[in-house]
C-alpha cells in the first residue's frame, strides 16, 4: 500500500498560481499511476490531472487544460500540480490519488490522500 500527503494549498487571488505537491510513503510512488481530483462545496468530486507511471503520459479536464500542469520527480516520491491563471471556479479540495491501471485512474484510483485546500478570491 502507499501513503499520500498532499500539500501546498491557501489563499490566491485570481489570475495567480500555485503549486500542489503529493508526497508518498509506505511503498514507491513510481509504481502507480498517479492523478490529481478536487471537490467543491456542493459539488462532486471531479478529475483535474493524471500523469502515468513513467512520467511520460498525461491528461487533463478541459476546464484546466493549458493552465494546470501535472508532472512528478520519481526520485523524490513526489508528484505536482502546478495551477495558473487560477479563477474562483477552481476553489476547492484537492485530493491527489494513486493507482494501478491507467485506463480507471481518472474515475477509480486505488488510493486518496486527504486533501488540501485551495480557496481563490477575487
Known amino acids: 500500500q502507499v501513503q499520500l500527503v498532499e500539500s501546498g494549498g491557501g489563499l490566491v487571488q485570481a489570475g495567480g498560481s500555485l503549486r500542489l505537491s503529493c508526497a508518498a510513503s509506505?511503498?514507491?510512488?513510481?509504481?502507480?499511476?498517479a492523478a490529481w481530483f478536487r471537490r467543491a462545496p456542493g459539488k462532486e468530486r471531479e478529475f483535474v490531472a493524471a500523469?502515468?507511471?513513467?512520467?511520460?503520459?498525461?491528461t487533463y479536464a478541459g476546464s484546466v487544460k493549458g493552465r494546470f500542469t501535472i508532472s512528478r520527480d520519481r526520485a523524490k516520491n513526489t508528484v505536482y500540480l502546478q495551477m495558473n491563471s487560477l479563477n474562483a471556479d477552481d476553489t476547492a479540495v484537492y485530493l491527489c490519488?494513486?493507482?494501478?491501471?491507467?485506463?480507471?485512474?481518472?474515475?477509480?484510483?486505488?488510493?486518496w490522500g486527504q486533501g488540501t485546500q485551495v480557496t481563490v478570491s477575487s
Open positions: 490519488a494513486a493507482g494501478t491501471s491507467w485506463g480507471t485512474i481518472t474515475s477509480a484510483p486505488h488510493y
Open positions: 509506505g511503498r514507491t510512488f513510481n509504481s502507480y499511476h
Open positions: 500523469i502515468n507511471l513513467n512520467g511520460i503520459i498525461t
